[in-house]
């Protein structure tokens, strides 16, 4: 019996060695087409990689901006800063509670906001949250939460990524990296925001009936997020950056999302507080372009200083 547990102990550190060795070699060696389960998304879609390393010579921030792609390119810190707010933007693609608590965790009192706006757009807590790991564990560092998160997961390629990724940090193979700030049509802004060139929503597509659905992970993470923003005595404001109106009126349930959400906190759903065009404020079916980002910015600061939200925090 003995033989046996020294045999099988052996043979499991072999194949873990060999396994671990294997994917780093096929990683570093094999183009992204053959490396399906492997995804370094070092510097890629969203400007991640950017806005970590703006971050951490940022300073101390009025406002800070948490959630998915409508946060990053939503909620613009050139428009607040001439309304005298310093603010920094760490939403990043496809962020999920999971990602943000992480995110919360690492830098909340690095940046020591006054207030935190949390974009809560449906989709991202409907999501497994892959996509938005694989992009910190990349262009962030990679530490036991990150860890945590992957054995949450448990997914073939989050496991892949972050063995990657780990080898990689481990020998600064992408200590000199530097991302450009201009990537095609999106420009990155300092404070965390990308700006897309001008362009305009022209596919009217419609969009078959659905519900949203939540899923209780990510549902566990946002709630944990928000009590630990009140143990720091930070308020929260929880925003719904708008979708066309052909979108956001496909989904059956918004009503019950409205109510979970307005339990929870000061909530606006600009879904229904402003009313902008679908093929003339968007440039896709669910991101707003530049002049629609600045209709909602100017009426996100108008509705929080008529509410008394800035007043309460000095702003």
């Known amino acids: 019996m003995k033989l046996f547990l020294k045999k099988t102990t052996l043979f499991i550190g072999f194949t873990v060695i060999f396994y671990s060795f294997c994917t780093i070699l096929w990683g570093l060696y094999f183009s992204s087409a053959l490396t399906k389960n492997i995804n370094h ?10 806005r970590i390393k703006d971050l951490k010579s940022h300073g101390n921030v009025d406002i800070l901006f948490l959630g998915s792609s409508h946060a990053y ?127 305009y929503y022209d596919e009217m597509n419609s969009h078959p009936a659905r519900s949203w659905n939540l899923r209780q992970d990510q549902l566990n993470s946002f709630e944990r997020i928000l009590k630990r923003l009140r143990g720091k005595e930070v308020d929260v404001v929880l925003v719904q950056i708008p979708l066309t109106s052909s979108l956001y009126n496909s989904y059956l349930n918004n009503l019950e ?17 402003i009313e902008l065009s679908d093929n003339q404020y968007f440039y896709d079916a669910h991101h707003l372009n530049q002049a629609g980002v600045e209709i909602f910015n100017r009426e996100l600061l108008k509705i929080l200083k008529n509410d008394g939200i800035l007043k309460n925090h000095g702003l």
């Open 41 to 50: 998304r070092i510097g890629s879609y969203g400007h991640m990689n950017s």
């Open 73 to 199: 390119r939503g909620f613009d810190p050139r428009i607040f800063k001439k309304n005298g707010i310093n603010v920094f933007n760490l939403g990043s693609s496809s962020q999920t509670p999971i990602q943000t608590e992480i995110l919360v965790n690492r830098y909340l009192e690095l940046l020591s906001p006054k207030l935190v706006i949390y974009e809560v757009y449906p989709g991202t807590f409907s999501s497994d949250g892959i996509e938005s790991a694989m992009d910190i564990i990349a262009n962030d560092k990679n530490d036991i939460d990150i860890i945590k998160m992957a054995l949450k997961f448990n997914h073939i390629k989050v496991y892949n990524t972050l063995l990657y990724d780990l080898f990689r940090e481990a020998f600064s193979l992408d200590s000199d990296f530097v991302e450009d700030a201009k990537k095609g049509d999106d420009t990155y802004i300092e404070g965390g925001f990308v700006e897309k060139k001008l362009a």
């Open 257 to 273: 999302v409205d109510s979970y959400f307005s339990g929870l906190d000061n909530y606006y759903n600009f879904n229904e507080l």
